[in-house]
Nanobody
Framework: QVQLVESGGGLVQAGGSLRLSCAAS????????MAWFRQAPGKEREFVAA????????YYADSVKGRLTISRDNARNTVYLQMNSLKPEDTAVYVC????????????????WGQGTQVTVSS
């Protein structure tokens, strides 16, 4: 079992930045690929970014390429999402995910979910 706890969300103006963190506990963190998904009100949960268990490869949704960066620190059991040049359409609950399938881009591949953290971008 893996427990995931997100933090770092908040309210920011368009063009601003936020850094989300996801702390993992339980089974070996370094053995899982990690990802961020997001869900806006009235919409389906969608993939944002993923990082391989070793940190050696990353994968991004086209809508966030060049603005969001995923990273991980296996010594701290933590995955991060650096969010720059934020847009109002980035407003959503951001959810951390862990799984064993690469690339971890589909909800069906996720073994564990966090509770999520709200990101609101004002125009």
């Amino acid at each position: 079992q893996v427990q995931l706890v997100e933090s770092g969300g908040g309210l920011v103006q368009a063009g601003g930045s936020l850094r989300l963190s996801c702390a993992a506990s339980g089974r070996t963190f370094s053995g899982y690929h990690m990802a961020w998904f997001r869900q806006a009100p009235g919409k389906e949960r969608e993939f944002v970014a993923a990082i391989m268990d070793s940190g050696g490869s990353t994968y991004y949704a086209d809508s966030v390429k060049g603005r969001l960066t995923i990273s991980r620190d296996n010594a701290r059991n933590t995955v991060y999402l650096q969010m720059n040049s934020l847009k109002p359409e980035d407003t959503a609950v951001y959810v951390c995910a862990a799984g064993s399938t690469w690339p971890l881009t589909r909800k069906q591949f996720v073994n564990y979910w966090g509770q999520g953290t709200q990101v609101t971008v004002s125009s």
